[in-house]
């Protein structure tokens, strides 16, 4: 238990700690709030971490924008990096990103998600920067990615711009998409 959470349960009697236990529909809601300086990305390095990964990205595009299972899981996740941000107070996972490295070293960028109720606290900024900064660690040629186009400008703002020709195109029917791309110099 959080540090956090601990001095708030101390301050309660037993009779408070159960009311609000009753009350709440998910373990969330029992969660101290997340705030933008709360938050913190790493390479997901351990069998739980990429499950994080693979539950954000379930819960984003097959449950919420209803793309098939079978197009998240595509068999390439064992050979890609994945991002994971969480919460650095409680550990709570946020958002995700999966990059896949070619021999040219070019890498897609693929499944940005970040959940619902840490939309516009700048997780999916701080994942994306550090994206970028990982790439640019790893001294990758260029970036590229199938971006859904709502969120053109935010990308853009990060350095990424749209591929040259490229046209709108849609995802199953649902959301519309446009390839970008970013080319990293040393």
Known sequence: MSSTLTQRAQQLSLKDTKDILSKATTIQELLPP?????????????????SFCYGIRNTIFVKEQHFPYEWDVDGRDENAIHLLAHDCRTGRPMGTVRLLLDDDRVVTIQRVSVLKEFRSLGVGRKLMQFCVDHMKSIRVAKAVMGAQTHATRFYESLGFQVQEGCEEYNMFETIPHIDMEQVFVY
């Open 34 to 50: 997340v705030t933008r300086g709360d938050v913190d990305v790493k390479v997901a390095q351990s069998e739980m971490e990429r």
